[in-house]
């Protein structure tokens, strides 16, 4: 009896401590950051994309059709939650998806432009993707690949909702 405890204690322990593993990970348990300790750019580009919708296009290449097909993006709010990392709570709409979920990315400022670049994220609900996206005022544009199923570029404006 005494062994069976221990062994369920070994369980539980090996099961919290994955999910803090996947929590600090994903960051998806991180308290965001206060908006106005961030520089001026990062606070610039979170109010942008708060409230916002990515609205444009994205093709699949090596697919018999490979014209560009609509995508959507609905963005409640933008946060960082660490150095690199930020969360998109987001509506995730094309093809036969829609779903809501947070999404955390690494995103960084290269010569002032923010630029998500992710190889190989889990993305809860929808499986793992690598993507590379810029941001350039109003526009979007950047690459995009789900596991080994295929990718393809991603194009659009930043829309904000009214």
Do not use: C
């Not at 097909?69 to 093809?95: C, G, Q, T």
């Amino acid at each position: 009896m005494r062994m069976i405890k221990w062994l369920l204690l070994l369980l539980l322990l090996a099961a919290v401590g994955g999910v803090g593993w996947v929590l600090g990970r994903t960051g998806l348990g991180s308290a965001a950051i206060d908006p106005a300790s961030l520089p001026d750019r990062e606070r610039a580009f979170a109010e942008q994309l708060t409230g916002a919708a990515l609205v444009g296009s994205f093709t699949s290449l090596g697919r018999e059709n490979p014209s560009p097909r609509p995508d959507r993006y609905d963005i409640s709010s933008v946060e960082k939650v660490d150095d690199d990392l930020w969360r998109f709570n987001v509506r995730m709409r094309h093809a036969t998806v829609d779903i809501t979920v947070p999404v955390v990315v690494p995103l960084t400022f290269v010569n002032g432009l923010p630029l998500i670049s992710m190889t190989d994220y889990d993305i809860p609900g929808l499986g793992r993707f690598s993507a590379h996206v810029v941001f350039d005022g109003d526009w979007y544009a950047g690459t995009w690949k789900a596991g080994t199923a295929g990718g393809g570029h991603m194009f659009g404006r930043i829309e904000k909702e009214d």
